[in-house]
């Protein structure tokens, strides 16, 4: 609530005989040359001016906004609503109830932990694809679904009842982003203050990175760690710097047999080598109105991949069609256009006196350039220009085979010369590919794929079915995830594919698990309005669910003769998939690579059912009359795409889809709901458990100490992502949650995911830093959750090990290389880290949003001096560390550097000064407070 309103701004906004209160942007000189981006921000300091948090001085500073000057200026952003998957919502209504018994301990009243700004929670990440490929596949799912989750989904229940201005979107509806802007965003709120109905811009925060895709809708917002939405939630802003502000220019056309999805993974591309982490990307002139919003939805989708806060598109014409097809009502169009009219947020570059925003930094793409592409087999910015994805494959295979296998491929990058035919004997049929003697072999890199390892292990399927596996074989094609699915050009795109391929006589590969995920209801209602869904099905693509699914990692198992074949010979085989991550260990643990796709594309692999494919010179089969069919002959045209779009998809579909929202199935309404402010813990869960954050917390905090005697858990490389950080995917029988499971008795068949368990911190700390695929530098050669135990002199689970540090009161500290902690917005990521007795987390560089959920939740987060690294400092992980200099925080103030003092076995010490990545003031105040929660809590209580 306002209280201070030093520019004059508050006024009136009469839109179809309603009056509405704003705070009108023109009322301080300088704000009219900002990005759009920019402006929200400053209608966001304005209408929440307190004169203490929040003063005329930040106002000020986005006024005087210098586009080429590095971030220094603290703001605080006040989102209006706060949005919520299930995988990371659930942790939060955990908290939030948590805090209302610490809040009653401490003498406070609990009714004060209550959402203050609207928030909304989507359940989609919970369904996973045990059965596909069959027409029962989405009843089998859901009823699975609700089996594993009937815990999860009773405490939901109890939130939606407990807590004021909370809502649940029940599990069967869609997938929450996709879901955010067909119907929940607003565009433009509304909301009664002191009596007066206020117009202010939509913006949010959300537990999930992908959270800007409500950005193709000029939505402001990103993702956060859940401990910073239970903040934002409960009052409190998000604290940050002023941002860079990156103009994109789009110009040109899409060219037939590209899709949107080849031109978001360009752009992730382009933005990713050009650096745009911790920045907004904003896209501009007078070619954005020739791009659709769900296009827009799609390009906002992958910022996180990209590495940028947000990647948002003004509001236009193209913004309200938008609107009014997915059912928003007429005073709501009114309100949005005249809002944005009135604001300067409204895009028009052919308007008289349009003026171009300044911005920090350039890019243009001329549409026209793009070709189709994927993107793999580990990193959704590696993309590959499809014409060349087969020999691009031929020499990424090599990296994901044994030793001795890529080691008859890797010959030295020089000239194929007699030497190199010496290396690698012509004759040799492991080495040429095939059996024709005098083959010459092809240098590692080249990229011929006759020139790469195969291994072809026969293999009877369960209906009978004889076939043959090698290296590169697909075996997940999955249409899944609202980055593609929320886009009728491709969702449509591959249905008519689908159909040609039917026509044409060919049928996906038996090897091949294939599965449709929609993000919404619509999808399904589209599809069967036009017709398409036999010819999907008849290729297998069944509906499966409406949920996240493959793109998160509940792909389900593969067939057990097709995973017992891959683990038994070692295979190294692919999925594909209409995503927006293809991490290593993320998407099965069956499957080493992974590629990035459009839905059409989805399908055309699982018809080639390898990637050793060149879609130009190979065939996809034969049709009736022996003719051999390739992908161009069955690839729909945009014309017969946007015909079949036009006369499939209206308004009342989507009004229609979510009139009931909030209501759910069957299912959902029989769940027996607790009642009651404070919830009733069962000690016996092993879903729901209260966790440990605030025992023994005091009014005040303790003061901040110095960390002495610490020992490494992990020392870890580049690009570790918070994949391979928080735990996620299946609960192995043998690691220390199925160990824990077990001994609950929970049975190895309901041990579901460590997503679905995110309520139980005893789970999730057992499931930290165990990814599958994660290389602890502290041994050789071994992959997975395991570390050096210094106690025992022995190799032990991370868990484990961290017990015993516990116990012997050692604490300790993670070192880490570039991007650490990229990836998804996963709390766990820092919560696990904190709850297994880290301290300090010591890097090379951090991406944004796990430096900040560490410090939230107390971790404190480090630099190695600029050009250094672990490496270069002669650091093994084997030596002891003292942090000195941290306690300056208890004067208020916050150090840059600290002194690092590495002591080795030999008693030798190597000493550094690391860069304190405490950012703002705000984060001070966290790390002080040990945490963000405990900050919010004791602020409550005080207040």
Partial sequence: MSSVDTFGSKGTLEVGGKAYEIFRLSAVEGLERLPYSLKILAENLLRTEDGANITADHVNALASWDPQAEPSTEIQFTPARVIMQDFTGVPCVVDLATMREAVAELGGDPAKINPLAPAELVIDHSVQIDVAGRPDAFERNVEFEYQRNHERYQFLRWGQTAFDDFKVVPPGTGIVHQVNIEYLARTVMTREVDGVLRAYPDTCVGTDSHTTMVNGLGVLGWGVGGIEAEAAMLGQPVSMLIPRVVGFKLS??????????????????????????????????????????????????????????????????????????????????????????????????????????????????????????????????????????????????????????????????????????????????????????????????????????????????????????DHGHVVIASITSCTNTSNPSVMMAAALLAKNAVDKGLAAKPWVKTSMAPGSQVVTGYYEKAGLWPYLEKLGFHLVGYGCATCIGNSGPLSDEISAAVNEHDLSVVSVLSGNRNFEGRINPDVKMNYLASPPLVIAYALAGTMDFDFDTDPLGTDAQGNPV????????????????????????????????????????????????????????????????????????????????????????????????????SIKPDSPAGKYLAEHGVERRDFNSYGSRRGNHEVMIRGTFANIRLKNQLLDGVEGGFTYNFLKNAQDTIYDAAQDYAQANIPLVVLGGKEYGSGSSRDWAAKGTRLLGVKAVITESFERIHRSNLIGMGVLPLQFPAGESADSLGLDGTETFDIEGITALNEGTTPRTVTVTATKADGTTVEFDAVVRIDTPGEAEYYRNGGILQYVLRSLVEG
Wanted: aromatic content about 8%; charged content about 25%.
């Fill in 630 to 729: 390739f992908l161009k002959d069955i690839w729909p045209t945009p014309d017969e795409v946007q015909a079949t779009i036009e006369r499939s998809i209206d308004r009342d579909m989507f009004e229609r889809d979510y009139a009931d929202v909030f209501k759910g199935d069957e299912r959902w309404r029989a769940l027996e709901t607790p009642e009651g402010d404070t919830f009733s813990w069962d000690p016996e869960s092993t879903y729901v458990r209260k966790p440990p954050y605030f025992e023994g917390m005091g009014i005040r905090p303790e003061p901040v100490s110095d960390i002495r005697g610490a020992r490494v858990l992990a020392k870890l490389g580049d690009s570790v992502t918070t994949d391979h950080i928080s735990p996620a995917g």
């Fill in 252 to 469: 040109g056309s899409i060219p037939a047999g590209v899709t949107a999805t080849d031109v978001v993974l360009t752009i992730t591309q382009m933005l990713r080598q050009h650096g745009v982490v911790g920045k907004f990307v904003e896209f501009y002139g007078s070619g954005v109105s020739q791009v659709p919003l769900a296009n827009r939805a799609t390009i906002g989708n992958m910022s996180p991949e990209f590495g940028s806060t947000a990647a948002i598109f003004p509001i236009d014409d193209v913004t309200i069609d938008y609107l009014r097809l997915t059912g928003r009502s007429d005073e709501q169009l009114a309100l949005v256009e005249a809002y944005a009219k009135e604001q300067g947020l409204w895009l028009d570059p052919q308007a008289e006196g349009y003026t171009e925003p300044q911005f920090s930094e350039y890019l243009e793409l001329d549409l026209s350039t793009v070709v189709p592409s994927i993107a793999g087999p580990k990193r959704p910015q590696d993309r590959i220009e499809l014409s060349e994805a087969k020999e691009a494959f031929a020499t990424a295979i090599l990296d994901y085979v044994s030793t001795d296998e890529a080691a008859r491929f890797r010959a030295p990058m020089a000239s194929l010369d007699e030497s190199v035919e010496e290396t690698f004997p012509a004759s040799d049929p492991i080495a040429t590919g095939h059996d024709e003697p005098g083959d010459k072999p092809v240098a590692a890199g080249h990229g011929d794929s006759s020139k790469r390892p195969h291994k072809v292990v026969p293999v009877t399927l369960a209906d009978g079915t004889t076939t043959e596996l």
